[in-house]
């Protein structure tokens, strides 16, 4: 640990760490855009200039030092014993002199010479470092008379638009393409005032290359400024507007610590939340981009009952009484139980509790989406299996005395000779393949529960209107074995409920002792009764997560 | 009547010197000879370090003390050849990349030598055309004769010279951003520390030489430090407590160009003045000096008052300007100092590489504040703002009086030295391109006044007559006064 002095207060941080962390620990804000923790430091921007004090031999005294220095390239250090300044301090540095402010807003003015200031029309307005340091930093007014450079508007690829006026060319973008994501589609076009950001474009301006991979959709998060722009977004909401929530990406295995911004009539955007052991600052566009089925018009808003071959709207009583009907009548080793790789842990505890205590069936399965393609970046990775969950519904759908999980082929011959079959899918626009088409068919009473209308509801009896990621509280465990909480943000659309909450429902009207009220209860009763689990309590996650032993 | 003392360039008009044989006629590669014969590596860097010898690239920084900084346990280290001349004004290396391209080699494997170095890369201007094919060529001879390659004279020394053509961007000659594109990135340069000497090409230590100051070795080794250290003056750097020397040793190949009546390269010895310059180079074109650039477009500029500053690293580091590259330009009464500025801002404004805020949008901005004046169309609006001179403790600071200045001309100033500041000599850049931009714009308008004025007030270009034009050093902190802004004014 160092020691060091930061402005007035004395303060230890590790090895190694840059001033503007250092300062960001201590609640001291260093203005910056360059630089990103996770990329490299070019210190280009010249926004995080601080004052270092060294001792100067000449007067015996420690002076600030002749220039300024970029905190972000500014690394502390325990420095030997002959080398403490004032006998005890690593390091001395000042973040509010004279000679900062002013080298502050000169740079804020230069940066602002060639900006439009169209805050009015901008997309990140509301969130804009450029706004906030300005506001914060610089002067009230501009002594730039003359035209301004108006670079034209770039379409780069799927979702990201570039509006090449509000660049401050702090190359961020560039070393995301270079570092992280491997692909380096972006690069600096000319030279002096007249950089730009561009893709590799044939001479008359044809795009070579388009900025199209799979983690594109970060260079929009981490331009400090409006010039990248993510289409899925553009013009949607002013930020401010909207709420957000902690929780975790639905759309794969890694688990990626997401942000929900939503307002109350939908999930508006998601946003990658940094976690040093899972997915950094970053997360993928296909979890990005992934959450539009949530506010879909098609979801499931009713109970559907199959009348004369056709699905009806009905309602939940109606529904639950043909159910119960079925499943009185039915064998315990005739019923199936399907639990859901993209439910909760607790959606999961439930239905294993309703299956091996109230049905008193060992028989459970696990569905999900269909396994995808495995992709490798330099530093991120996405994962093929498609569902947040996996890991965790298998440990909890198995968990109880004698309960089997069956997957694949061994659940769909299972499923062929059932006669009431109880599937909680979840998975959106999930494809039948073959096999799983023909059991689905041959099983007598398909029950099935879900979020949207897909080739599995069309098949099912009953259709039971089940919840997102984003309706719910609960837990995923990802591959890795993280167990990391998930947060209600929206309410679910008309009568859909929460899954672990129809489970109950069914379990209690089959006479059932099961009782939780919210979400939290069940991880205790996980906490109890799952090996590995101890820990996994609601109160413990927090938002980091735990790792399970 | 100073003479010239020709040593780089002494055998320069000789026919056909530029091949192996002819060469080797006029004492060619002896000096190598001797070296590895009569020297251990570390001689040569004592030699280096003794002769005083300056970098001739710009910064004029101590050779020896740079090979010094390199470290002896991580190989391979680099010996980057700087030949990317591109300061508006200098015109020396091309003469030895075009006529005498095996003396520059002979420099290298001196280096080489004593620094344990096996990799060279010349990094040659792009435009020199004809100085590539000629050391191309030499170099190529070279290696036919034993002088470049494996096992050199069967001495196990093995040197490797490699040309690499630069693009066209000025800033390519600055060192790390010529080390930046020799790798094949953006010519732009790095963040230092870590210097080239620690960290330089694909993070290898390396030595970034001066294609002068690597031809300056032979000479050193062939003929001594004492013979060397004849040459030049050398002062007390009384900054250094007790004072050390500060030598300004050995010639320095002068290119003089602008209002002479014979422009060329001379090579004097370091220390003589502006006015013996001048003489030698023929003597004035026109009437009076007005003004004399020293070092090249961004050294700051001297007025007819400063004519007896002596041109060496020293003494023009006192008068607040810089021996640079060795490119002068003198100016007669005739020339129009916004012009000149406007000229010089144009050139850095299209040479900034854009990395870093200030110099990427304020070198156009000042070249676009400086287009208004010469246009004509500067506003002639005054602000009042405190005035620099002697102040009551005697020192140069705020006098507690004020001044009445054109707007665009405080604008210029203030902009120029937000982008970096010449009075603290700070800068808010990456590189030092910032202060090669603000050095010539501030000190233009703070000496030349009256010149910018007039061009706001008539409301076009006025050429005002030498006398009127200058303001006296007495009244003007552009000269050797150093201002101590007021908050700093303890330290």
């Given amino acids: 640990m160092a020691f060091i002095k930061l402005d007035d207060l004395e303060v230890e941080v590790e090895d190694g760490t840059n001033i503007v962390e250092a300062a960001r620990q201590h609640g001291i804000e260093v203005p910056h855009y360059c630089y990103h923790p996770g990329l490299s430091r070019p210190a280009n921007c010249r926004m995080c200039l601080v004052e270092p004090h060294v001792f100067f031999p000449p007067a015996g005294a420690i002076v600030p030092d002749r220039q300024l220095a970029t ?34 807003e000169d740079i804020l003015e230069f940066l602002l010479v060639h900006h439009p200031l169209d805050c009015p029309v901008c997309d990140q307005a509301g969130e804009c470092d ?30 990201v638009l570039l509006y090449s006026t509000r660049c401050i060319v702090c190359t961020r973008c560039i070393r995301f393409g270079e570092e992280v994501s491997g692909s380096g589609e972006l690069g600096l076009v000319h030279r002096g005032s007249h950089d730009e950001i561009d893709i590799p474009r044939s001479h008359d301006g044809t795009p070579l290359q388009l900025l199209d991979n799979k983690l594109a959709g970060n260079v929009v998060d981490i331009c400090p400024v409006g010039a990248l722009i993510s289409k899925d977004f553009l013009f949607k909401s002013r930020p401010w507007f909207l709420e957000q929530a902690d929780s975790v990406c639905s759309g794969c295995s890694v688990g990626c610590n997401i942000t929900v911004e939503y307002k109350a009539d939908g999930v508006y955007r998601l946003k990658p939340r940094f976690h040093g052991d899972i997915n950094q600052h970053w997360m993928c566009d296909d979890g990005r981009l992934g959450y539009h089925y949530v506010n879909s018009d098609d979801r499931l808003q009713l109970p559907l009952k199959r009348v004369d071959g056709e699905l009806t709207p009905t309602h939940w009583a109606d529904a639950l009484t043909v159910i119960i009907e079925k499943l009185s009548e039915a064998e315990a080793a005739d019923i199936v139980v399907i639990g859901s790789a993209q439910g909760t842990n607790e959606d999961n505890y439930v239905l294993q509790q309703f299956a091996h205590d109230v049905l008193e069936t060992t028989q459970l399965g696990l569905f999900g989406q269909l396994p995808g393609e495995e992709h490798k970046f330099p530093q991120f990775t996405i994962e093929a299996d498609k569902n947040p969950n996996t890991a965790g519904a298998r440990t909890i759908l198995g968990s109880a005395n004698g309960n089997v999980v069956l997957e694949g082929d061994a659940l769909w011959e299972k499923v062929s000779g059932a006669k009431v079959v109880y599937l909680v899918s979840g998975a959106p626009e999930r494809p039948l393949e073959d096999a799983e088409k023909s059991a689905l068919e041959n099983a007598d009473f398909l029950i099935v529960q879900d979020v949207l209308p897909s080739e599995v509801t069309q098949l099912a009896d009953v259709v039971l209107p089940g919840t997102t990621f984003a309706e719910k509280d609960g837990t995923f465990t990802n591959s890795t074995g993280w167990v990391q909480r998930i947060r209600k943000t929206i309410d679910p659309p008309g009568e859909a409920r929460v899954d672990w909450e129809i489970t109950q429902q069914l379990a209690k009207q089959l006479g059932g002792d099961l009782n939780y009220h919210f979400a939290g209860e069940i991880a205790l009763a996980i906490a109890e009764n799952v090996p590995g689990y101890q820990d996994a309590t609601h109160q413990h996650i927090g938002d980091a997560g735990i790792k399970l032993a | ?50 002769s005083g010898l300056k970098g001739r690239g710009g910064a004029g920084f101590s050779t020896g003390l740079k090979w010094s900084f390199v470290p002896k346990d991580i190989k391979p280290c680099y010996l980057c050849c700087n030949a990317d001349e591109s300061e508006p004004g200098t015109f020396s290396n091309r003469y030895v990349l075009e006529k005498n391209p095996h003396l520059l080699i002979e420099g290298i494997l001196i280096c080489c030598y004593a620094m344990g170095i096996e990799t060279t890369y010349i990094y040659i201007r792009g435009e020199f055309t004809l100085g590539k094919k000629m050391l191309d060529a030499a ?44 790798e094949g990135k953006r010519g732009q340069p790095r963040n230092k520390p870590p210097f080239p000497a620690v960290e330089g090409v694909f993070g290898k230590p390396t030595v970034v030489q001066n294609v002068e100051t690597l031809c300056n070795l032979p000479f050193i080794v062939g003929n001594g430090v004492e013979w060397y250290t004849q040459m030049g003056p050398t002062y007390a750097d009384t900054r250094a407590n007790p004072p050390t020397p500060d030598p300004n040793t ?3 190949l002068y290119c003089i160009s602008g209002d002479v009546n014979e422009p060329g390269v001379y090579e004097l010895d370091l220390g003589l003045t502006c006015t013996e310059l001048i003489e030698v180079a023929g003597g004035l074109r026109g009437e009076e000096v007005k003004a004399v650039i020293p070092g090249g477009s961004s050294a700051p500029i001297l007025t007819h008052y400063e004519l007896d500053t002596r041109l060496d690293f020293t003494s023009l580091t006192l008068a607040k300007s810089m021996l640079g590259s060795g490119g002068i330009i003198v100016m007669n009464e005739t020339r129009n100092i916004v012009d000149c500025l406007l000229n010089i801002m144009k050139f850095y404004a299209h040479e900034s590489c854009g990395q870093c805020t200030p110099c990427r949008w304020g ?31 005697g020192r140069w600071g705020d006098t507690g009086e004020t001044e009445e200045i054109y707007e665009d001309l405080d604008l210029l100033e203030s902009v120029a030295n937000n982008i970096a500041n010449v009075d603290t000599m700070t800068w808010n850049t990456i590189c030092v391109f910032g202060i090669a931009v603000s050095w010539p714009a501030v000190s233009y308008m703070r000496k030349f006044r009256p010149e910018f004025e007039a061009a706001i007030r008539e409301g076009k270009l006025v050429t005002l007559p030498v006398a009127e034009a200058t303001v006296p050093p007495e009244e003007n902190y552009a000269y050797q006064q150093r201002f101590v802004p007021q908050e700093f004014a303890d330290l």
């Fill in chain 1, 71 to 104: 905190a972000c390239t500014t690394v502390v250090r325990t420095a030997p014993p002959d080398r403490k300044l004032d006998g005890k301090y690593d390091f001395i540095v000042r973040t509010d002199s004279p000679r900062v402010k002013k080298a502050r």
């Fill in chain 1, 130 to 159: 450029l706004q906030d340091f300005s506001h914060r930093h610089g002067r009230d007014k501009s002594r730039y008379l003359e035209v301004k450079n108006v670079p034209p508007k770039k379409d780069l690829g799927p979702d």
């Fill in chain 2, 1 to 50: 009547m100073v003479e010239e003392r020709r040593i780089l360039y002494e055998h320069l008009d000789v026919p056909d010197i530029n091949t192996f044989d002819v060469f080797c006629q006029y004492d060619g590669y002896t000096r190598f000879e001797k070296a590895i014969a009569e020297y251990q590596p570390e001689d040569i860097a004592k030699m280096v370090m003794d």
């Fill in chain 2, 139 to 182: 170099i190529k001879e070279a290696y036919e004769k034993g002088y470049l390659g494996e096992n050199i004279r069967g001495t196990g020394l093995n040197v490797d010279i490699y040309s690499h053509p630069g693009a066209g961007a000025y800033i390519c000659g600055e060192e790390t951003g010529l080390i930046e594109s020799l």
């Fill in chain 2, 250 to 252: 050995g010639t320095k």
């Fill in chain 2, 363 to 393: 070198t156009p901005w000042v070249r676009d504040i400086v287009q208004r004046i010469a246009d004509g169309e500067g506003r002639d609006s005054t602000i009042t703002r405190p005035k620099f001179g002697i102040a009551e403790n």
